[in-house]
């Protein structure tokens, strides 16, 4: 494997190596120092062009506990601004010495794009819609995790898979780790062209959760609600916020964040026993520190 | 110790074991490499939700050059701006594994409200007009350099005690470290309570300042005069900007900084000999080393 | 040399030590890990008033590939914009412990008046339309590296001379180095005094063209256009912007970036086979390594 432009292009062995490679690295996060050699005089290249702190962050750290050096450029005060192209200023980027490109941008594709012009690594870290494979990876790994397995856990991802650039990435992975996935939204919030992939999508959320070990439940993302696919706000809380009386006993509770407190989650749930999402936090560290040796150690 | 929060906190044995261990980190950093590998593998997550380089940058060097990394999380861009709670900004940059929070928010009491939530050391870098322990801690230091003691140092305070977020965390330290406190300030910039205290406080500079040994004159802060708290910006120039007239031989000149030349410092100050502001500066990455290092030394 | 503060200051032996401190390490950033220690323990400072994050990113990339530290400081939401003069702010910085001030400003002479107040060496990473030393390096020892020598190699700079910052510098190293210079751009587009310097000025691009062996074609930067300078902004394109049937076999073309495709350089030119850009980015970490080391070797 050269780049991580999705999970779609993954095979089931190259992800159980991953979650392979995130076990030792999560190992070494829990020791004093928290870091490895493993990829001394490695310079990583961080290009966010749409603002992700967490995502960045979790990289950043990432690159850094396994020796690397990393470069920031963001698109805010930038060359882009100035009206340079994308791939001009990854080129530039590169030419500085960089070994591998972490991206995320709001253009489908763009990680893509990139990847058939330059001759580093890629890791798409979300782009538009479409992918946000470490997401997945690491989400999915926390369920593995907690269960022992994969095999046969039924993930119910709850929330707005239209806008969503985690769902998409869930979709391909479920099928390859051996998740029984099934989803629930309101009607306007879900992709047409998902109602052919034979999965279980539920418009009722009470429904829905019946059959779940895990809930994944998106963020409800008020700046992507262009244009009025949402009938209302409101409506969405009334009938699709998780509450604690849709889980029963061990259902886990996972949340990509950063969370809507009162909107997707109603409040109380901050203090439910089950809950993953601080996890999968951690988890993020271990799986980037995973994709960045796994595609960068033979360098 | 487990958190810095305030200065009201602090024993006066726990302020001049800072001290101490601020000598011993003002010599490295006059050596050549200014480092040594006391917090190696130590991670330092600085908060900043109100903007304030020159504090950020201080704990920034204060962190590597005691062989820490550095996580930086600024409002700016981030998850806060899409509407996640505080804790849960912070819970999740503790997940991603960091020792320490350095925190400065315009809200009273944020870092105390932390502390009581997470496991790992808070240190307050300035909660709104409350407190600004570090400020606290170099100023005195400062001070304890240059007459080798602080018992029955006179320091005057000038300027507007109402918005500071430095002259609390210094009514605390005075009585602990034996210094003589007076202010001066102009009656509608002291808090009403202050009156209370037992304090001499003046309105009329030229009586405030022959008394003391030292002068530690506030920032006039434009951006806080929020109500009409000051009659007019030109009264207080007139009546309370310190100039070289107020001066005595030997008299110190301290400023947390940045200066508004011409407003509470007159520009022929920039010449004065006693000034100390430029040692303030270097003593607060001494200060804030001794600090990071007194709490994180035993993790 | 203490500082670098622009060509015009420097001797063609000091130009051509950077080069040849440059060539060695180039040779570092084509091994493995692109480091070496040659300046472990120093801390250089980054004061950067206008945004230019591609020269940021190459001062910082040199700086931590000598194993420097990095202080990076942007005007954004700091102290400046709270009123701190300029003076104040690199004192401040330097009061933290910092060996060298790196400066980007839109005033003309500001790394000169700092140069004048402060004890550490000083460089000028762009002082308004006045000089960019680093970039005139950069250019000419990418010639230097194509042709073998500099000595009558001709160089056509095209573009807006007027607001670059660039072409002053260029000016300047031409005769120190043996290249020989002519330009062309627009008359609007020229500094009435240029006529007196005994250079060729064209206003016709296919003529100037003719007996150049490298062209420099400098941005075209629509935020500089602040009075009509220029005719129209489409009369440029026709008559300025460099096309394929401008240059002949061998010639070389660099540009500075950020370039904007379709105004300076027609769009087919991304393909063309002489084009040194990237390298000139690559130069531009050796030629900074250079720089930094130079003048900080002897701290």
């Not at 095979?11 to 004093?32: G, H, K, M, N, T």
């Not at 009025?228 to 604690?244: K, M």
């Not at 993953?276 to 936090?281: D, F, H, Y």
């Amino acid at each position: 494997m050269k780049h991580l432009l999705g999970i779609r292009h993954l095979s089931p062995q190259e992800i159980e190596e991953f979650y392979l490679l995130a076990d030792r690295f999560y190992e070494v996060l829990q020791q004093p120092t928290r870091k490895v050699a493993a990829l001394t005089g490695t310079t990583v290249g961080l290009l966010f062009f749409e603002s992700s702190t967490r995502t960045r962050l979790s990289f950043e750290l990432a690159a850094k506990r396994l020796g690397a050096d990393v470069l920031n450029f963001s698109a805010t005060g930038s060359s882009l601004a100035k009206g340079e192209t994308l791939l001009d200023t990854a080129l530039n980027i590169l030419a500085m010495g960089v070994d591998a490109l972490v991206i995320r941008d709001e253009g489908v594709g763009t990680p893509h794009f990139l990847a058939r012009k330059v001759s580093v690594p890629i890791i798409n870290a979300g782009d538009g819609t479409n992918e946000h494979p470490t997401q997945a990876l690491l989400d999915t790994y926390t369920l593995r995790r907690h269960f022992g397995t994969l095999q046969g856990v039924r993930l119910l991802i709850v929330g707005d898979l239209f806008h969503s650039r985690v769902a998409l990435s869930h979709l391909h992975i479920a099928s390859k780790v051996g998740v029984s996935l099934s989803l629930c939204a309101p009607p306007s919030l879900v992709p047409a062209s998902w109602y052919g992939l034979g999965l279980p999508i539920y418009h009722r959320l009470d429904q829905a959760v019946k059959q779940a070990d895990a809930l994944l439940v998106l963020r409800m993302q008020k700046e992507r609600q262009k244009q009025p696919s949402l009938a209302s706000w409101q409506e969405y809380v009334r009938y699709y916020q998780v509450r604690p009386q849709h889980l029963r006993p061990g259902q886990v509770l996972l949340h990509p964040g950063p969370i809507n407190w009162g909107v997707e989650l109603h409040p109380t749930l901050q203090a439910y026993e089950h809950k993953l999402i601080l996890q999968q936090v951690t988890h993020g560290v271990a799986i980037r520190m995973a994709v960045l040796y796994a595609l960068l150690r033979g360098r």
